[in-house]
């Protein structure tokens, strides 16, 4: 090791106390970017109490990197940031990724977020409707390219339908919850915390539940900045760990988090976080890959990618174990960490 090497590595010793400082090696300071530009959302708490405590800035600031972060209202707008260029990180649904990434968006998945049970598909409150074969004909507000649209799917096939059998509405989260109750849609396909919402404010009610239907929250990183950065990517993750971490260990203080930046009332925020999200397993690993696996043929049934494509090729090649594996070694992170309401 060189002089110069050996000071730039001692000068960052002290930093090794805090989780989100804990990944640096020799030539980490030359492969630093400019900037971070990652997302937030609604739909990821720890997205959230990350962007709150400012803790990627604090550690990314030593190498003079900045953090930029913008709002996610759904997969489909993280999915087209990614493709864009105007994020390096997002934040979506498996399923979502794995469409993405089979329609040609270039990116890998080396950290899970979340596994929610983020949704369902919901009717007002005095609707007559009970069950998902009563949508046949009906109008189903979803947000096309995410879990909601995708379990929307997954749900009529099981009712013996198919999407022609139903007039789907295009509507991003928020929207979908306002049509559901101004009488302009029959059901939606909803999202947690508007969903949580309008089950609490407004009454609506949850006709089709099914959490093997929703898919896991993944973190994704568009490859190109992977190649480059990946030290700065660990960085990412080690931020994200211990603002998992953190979650797990104060779920309310969290949930007061996400009323705050969502603008809901605080009790919606909790019956997401307490009851609707599992925060372990955050590793990617054969289990996420399986759950995948079992989910992907919608995909293929309902044309969402091209004729041919290996879908099990498609999930392998998004999904990486390896990008965060010193992350969760230098963290202990066993992968079963667990908070109350985790399934």
Same mark, same amino acid.
């Not at 700065?232 to 969290?254: C, K």
């Given at each position: 090791? &060189?002089?110069?090497?050996?000071?730039?590595?001692?000068?960052?010793?002290?930093?090794?106390?805090?989780?989100?400082?804990?990944?640096?090696?020799?030539?980490?300071?030359?492969?630093?970017?400019?900037?971070?530009?990652?997302?937030?959302?609604?739909?990821?708490?720890?997205?959230?109490?990350?962007?709150?405590?400012?803790?990627?800035?604090? &550690?990314?600031?030593?190498?003079?990197?900045?953090?930029?972060?913008?709002?996610?209202?759904?997969? +489909?707008?993280?999915?087209?940031?990614?493709?864009?260029?105007?994020? &390096?990180?997002?934040?979506?649904?498996?399923?979502?990724?794995?469409?993405?990434?089979?329609?040609?968006?270039?990116?890998?998945?080396? $950290?899970?977020?979340?596994?929610?049970?983020?949704?369902?598909?919901?009717?007002?409150?005095?609707?007559?409707?009970?069950?998902?074969?009563?949508?046949?004909?009906?109008?189903?507000?979803?947000?096309?390219?995410?879990?909601? $649209?995708?379990?929307?799917?997954?749900?009529?096939?099981?009712?013996?339908?198919?999407?022609?059998?139903?007039?789907?509405?295009?509507?991003?989260?928020?929207?979908?919850?306002?049509?559901?109750?101004?009488?302009?849609?029959?059901?939606?396909?909803?999202?947690?915390?508007?969903?949580?919402?309008?089950?609490?404010?407004?009454?609506?009610?949850?006709?089709?539940? +099914?959490?093997?239907?929703?898919?896991?929250?993944?973190?994704?990183?568009?490859?190109?900045?992977?190649?480059?950065?990946?030290?700065?990517?660990?960085?990412?993750?080690?931020?994200?760990?211990?603002?998992?971490?953190?979650?797990?260990? +104060?779920?309310?203080?969290?949930?007061?988090?996400?009323?705050?930046?969502?603008?809901?009332?605080?009790?919606?925020?909790?019956?997401?976080?307490?009851?609707?999200? &599992?925060?372990?397993?955050?590793?990617?690993?054969?289990?996420?890959?399986?759950?995948?696996?079992?989910?992907?043929?919608?995909?293929?049934?309902?044309?969402?990618?091209?004729?041919?494509?290996?879908?099990?090729?498609?999930?392998?090649?998004?999904?990486?174990?390896?990008?965060?594996?010193?992350?969760?070694?230098?963290?202990?992170?066993?992968?079963?960490?667990?908070?109350?309401?985790?399934?």
């Amino acid at each position: 090791m &060189d002089r110069r090497t050996f000071l730039k590595t001692a000068s960052l010793l002290p930093a090794t106390g805090a989780l989100g400082a804990a990944f640096f090696h020799a030539g980490a300071h030359a492969a630093s970017p400019a900037e971070v530009r990652l997302d937030y959302a609604y739909y990821s708490p720890t997205s959230l109490v990350l962007k709150r405590f400012g803790w990627l800035e604090e &550690d990314l600031k030593k190498d003079n990197t900045g953090v930029k972060w913008v709002l996610s209202q759904g997969s +489909n707008r993280a999915l087209e940031y990614l493709n864009g260029g105007s994020l &390096d990180i997002g934040s979506t649904a498996g399923l979502a990724a794995v469409l993405a990434r089979a329609n040609g968006n270039p990116i890998r998945t080396p $950290y899970i977020y979340s596994r929610p049970e983020w949704t369902a598909l919901v009717v007002a409150k005095n609707s007559p409707i009970t069950g998902v074969a009563q949508l046949k004909g009906k109008k189903v507000a979803a947000t096309k390219g995410t879990d909601p $649209y995708l379990f929307l799917l997954c749900a009529l096939r099981g009712a013996g339908l198919t999407k022609s059998d139903v007039e789907i509405v295009h509507l991003q989260h928020p929207d979908g919850r306002v049509a559901l109750e101004t009488g302009k849609v029959d059901a939606w396909a909803g999202l947690d915390p508007h969903m949580a919402a309008s089950e609490l404010e407004a009454g609506s009610r949850l006709i089709y539940r +099914n959490v093997n239907f929703n898919t896991y929250g993944f973190l994704n990183v568009r490859e190109e900045f992977l190649a480059r950065h990946q030290e700065t990517v660990q960085r990412v993750i080690a931020a994200y760990e211990r603002a998992r971490q953190w979650t797990v260990a +104060n779920p309310a203080e969290a949930a007061k988090i996400l009323a705050e930046e969502a603008k809901v009332p605080l009790q919606v925020a909790l019956l997401q976080v307490k009851l609707r999200t &599992d925060f372990s397993n955050p590793r990617p690993s054969e289990q996420h890959i399986a759950a995948l696996r079992e989910a992907a043929p919608i995909l293929q049934t309902e044309a969402l990618v091209r004729p041919g494509t290996d879908v099990h090729r498609v999930i392998a090649e998004l999904i990486d174990t390896k990008t965060a594996a010193p992350v969760f070694a230098k963290a202990g992170t066993a992968g079963s960490t667990l908070v109350a309401g985790a399934k």
